[in-house]
């Protein structure tokens, strides 16, 4: 008798250069009225503070089916006279989820680490995200979890949707400068 290994199958999807990757969502193609936040901009300042930067998501709807994908922007806001870089050590990633009182979103980023200066130009900039309303994994034939918390894959190992309810659309970052803009209310009913 064959026996198969118990798998647990994760959604990873690359973002776009210099921003890093995210559990399940990807970044969103470029919109006419984006601006995006570019990873090189010649002779643009290092350094900056905080403090001249806001943030801000903005969700293209907050009531949605459970499975369907949501589009985010980032909108930054950089009041400092100048150029700013966010990369200290590594070029920062950035990814947005959702989030519950009884769902966290596991979101992870690449280890690679690139020196890749992350510019944030003057003014505002906007960079757009798909918003995953999907578990960010599930677990193949004859896998378990030891917390319980992940659901069965559907067939063909897709990622089955989040049950109905409220959630938050949240930033994440990786070793980013930038502040934490206020979670959006997300509703998933279906």
């Given at each position: ?5 118990p ?49 801000r998501l ?8 459970p ?22 050590i ?18 992870i ?51 089955p ?30």
């Amino acid at each position: 008798m064959r026996r198969t290994a118990p798998f647990l199958l994760l959604g990873v999807v690359l973002l776009g250069t210099g921003l890093g990757a995210g559990l399940g969502l990807a970044a969103a193609p470029a919109m006419p009225q984006d601006t995006p936040l570019h990873p090189t901009v010649r002779g643009s300042a290092n350094g900056g503070t905080p403090s001249h930067l806001s943030t801000r998501l903005e969700m293209s709807r907050t009531l949605v089916a459970p499975g369907e994908r949501i589009t985010a922007t980032l909108v930054v806001t950089n009041s400092s006279g100048h150029p700013i870089n966010l990369t200290r050590i590594c070029t920062p990633g950035f990814a947005v989820a959702l989030t519950s009182p009884t769902y966290r979103s596991k979101v992870i980023f690449a280890a690679s680490c690139s020196t890749q200066p992350f510019i944030v130009p003057n003014g505002v900039s906007r960079r757009s995200f798909t918003v995953s309303t999907t578990y960010l994994a599930c677990l193949g034939p004859g896998g378990s979890s030891v917390d319980h918390s992940l659901p069965p894959c559907l067939p063909g190992g897709r990622l089955p949707p989040l049950p109905a309810g409220s959630y938050r659309a949240q930033l994440y970052g990786s070793g980013a400068l930038l502040p934490s803009p206020a979670p959006v209310a997300v509703r998933l009913s279906g």
